[in-house]
């Protein structure tokens, strides 16, 4: 099990590089220019998977040190519990995550990639505090 935590660590590290990455490239993009659409929905699609990924690793995380965790919401209050996460951002997060699967609405889109600009910044905070948690195991 210790094995699977890594890897999901190590996917999780990923994702969420591909992210940051994505971001640094759109933040200074004029939302006119040529392939601005592109990179706000690749941007979007990362923060889909980046948010899957963080889940699994939540849930993994606790499943090893407590019990089975399943459901969407049950699994960000577990990670609240464990001190994974800080603050309730994450029900928002989750709800933007599951809406980028719905039917595709440019308006949605853009406010949406503003959003994912914070997101990213709890993604990370989750990073740098399970990652010890993980390599103390």
């Known amino acids: ?12 590290e990923k994702a969420l590089v591909s992210l940051e990455t994505n ?17 706000r929905d ?3 699609q990362r923060f889909e998977y980046t948010m899957e990924s963080a889940k699994k690793l939540m849930a993994n995380y606790i499943e090893f040190v407590d019990q ?3 459901g969407q919401q049950q699994i960000i209050k577990k990670a609240f519990e464990f001190d994974l996460i800080d603050d309730d951002v994450w029900f928002q997060m989750l ?7 719905h039917e595709y609405d440019e308006n949605i889109a853009k406010e949406l990639v503003e959003r994912i ?21």
């Open 117 to 137: 600009y914070t997101h990213a910044i709890k993604l990370r905070i989750f990073h740098d505090t399970i990652k010890p948690m993980i390599e103390a195991l």
């Open 68 to 70: 089975k965790v399943a």
């Open 23 to 39: 971001i640094l490239k759109i933040q200074g993009m004029d939302e006119n220019a040529e392939d601005y659409d592109i990179y």
């Open 95 to 101: 709800e933007d995550r599951n809406n980028t699967s």
């Open 1 to 12: 099990m210790q094995d699977k935590l890594l890897q999901n660590l190590v996917n999780y």
């Open 42 to 44: 690749s941007t979007i």
